[in-house]
């Protein structure tokens, strides 16, 4: 079975330094993407990064960079330079195969971050 | 409109009564999808739809039922609701089944009384 799992409930960092948040997978398919949500305190899910699993680069979108490690299944988000709008929770997802969907994603429990000034 | 609209943006609902939260998206995307999100447990799939006129059950469906009559419109009805449906809702949409990323509704907070 397919599963996300984030470790960290809750991170605090300094504003203008960099986080990391840790995302593990599992999946026996060969071929997978895993993606990045943000949802800040409005409620809203935000896109921020995607990594395919045939990838041969680390994906990258400003700020945001996935370090991705096949072997040992994870899929890190790297938050350089935190900003204070950076405060909310961070979901990793998986592309799923739930039933016939193709393309449903499998959320993990998400991280709540938060930017000290 | 742009992207994904939901309505009622929140509802409180006696127990027993139908519901239908409604799901609207323009941007011509094939497949869409029904998830719940509950505190602590992330989002979960309810339905999914890969093109109009199809349907599929997710991982949570029970209690629920969706059509996809037109490309634009996925409706998700709760037929008797029940306390334990009480959850924010999110509609979303992606180009095609398993492409790249999905874009979402600003979600339905409902609350069953």
């Known amino acids: 079975a397919q599963k996300i799992t984030q470790t960290q409930p809750g991170m605090f960092v300094q504003e203008k330094e960099a986080v990391t948040l840790d995302c593990t997978y599992d999946t026996s398919d060969p071929s997978y993407g895993l993606f990045w949500y943000k949802q800040p305190s409005s409620g809203e899910m935000i896109f921020l990064i995607y990594q395919g699993s045939y990838d041969q680069q680390n994906a990258t979108e400003g700020r945001y960079s996935l370090n991705f490690q096949k072997a040992r299944k994870s899929a890190n988000l790297v938050i350089s330079a935190s900003q204070l709008g950076d405060s909310a929770m961070y979901f990793c997802a998986m592309r799923g195969n739930y039933g016939g969907s193709q393309g449903n994603l499998i959320f993990g429990k998400g991280t709540k971050l938060s930017v000290k000034p | 409109i742009a992207g994904i609209t939901q309505a009622p943006t929140s509802q409180i609902l006696a127990a027993g009564r139908r519901m239908t939260l409604r799901c609207t998206q323009d941007?011509?995307?094939?497949?869409m999808y029904w998830y719940r999100q509950d505190l602590g447990l992330g989002l979960r799939l309810i339905h999914y739809s890969n093109t109009a006129g199809t349907t599929g059950k997710g991982e949570v469906p029970d209690g629920y039922s969706v059509s996809r009559a037109n490309t634009d419109d996925f409706p998700l009805t709760l037929a008797s609701a029940v306390p334990s449906q009480t959850s924010v809702y999110f509609c979303a949409s992606s180009v095609l089944a398993g492409v790249n990323e999905q874009f979402f509704g600003p979600g339905t907070r409902l609350t069953v009384l």
């Open positions: 941007m011509r995307h094939n497949a």
